[in-house]
């Protein structure tokens, strides 16, 4: 079973930034690309971002596209999403889950608690 707790969310002005991090087990950041999602109230979960198990490869929706980073740190078994220029509409619940590329958005587990980003405009 894919594990993986997400935290780093909170409340930002907008045009402010925040980091994510997602912490997963060692078996699942070893064997799955990893993605960040999102879901804003009142509307599907988006795919945001995906990196694969080596790091080297990376896909952005185009809607973060420029202002969001996703990383990984393989010693830790943490992915991270940095997020610049946020706005308003990047308000919503973050989750990461395994997926099977990096722009492939298929969540392979069950879904966590995600974090909260709050943007105030």
């Known amino acids: 079973q894919v594990q993986r707790v997400e935290s780093g969310g909170g409340l930002v002005q907008a045009g402010g930034s925040l980091r994510l991090s997602c912490a997963a087990s060692r078996r699942t950041f070893s064997s799955y690309a990893m993605g960040w999602f999102r879901q804003a109230a009142g509307k599907e979960r988006e795919f945001v971002a995906g990196?694969?198990?080596?790091?080297?490869?990376?896909y952005y929706a185009d809607s973060v596209k420029g202002r969001f980073t996703i990383s990984s740190d393989n010693a830790k078994n943490t992915i991270y999403l940095g997020m610049n220029g946020l706005k308003p509409e990047d308000t919503a619940v973050y989750y990461c889950?395994?997926?099977?590329?990096?722009?492939?958005?298929?969540?392979?587990?069950?879904w966590g608690q995600g974090t909260l980003v709050t943007v105030s405009s």
């Open positions: 889950n395994a997926v099977p590329r990096v722009d492939i958005p298929q969540a392979l587990g069950a």
């Open positions: 990196i694969s198990w080596s790091g080297l490869s990376t």
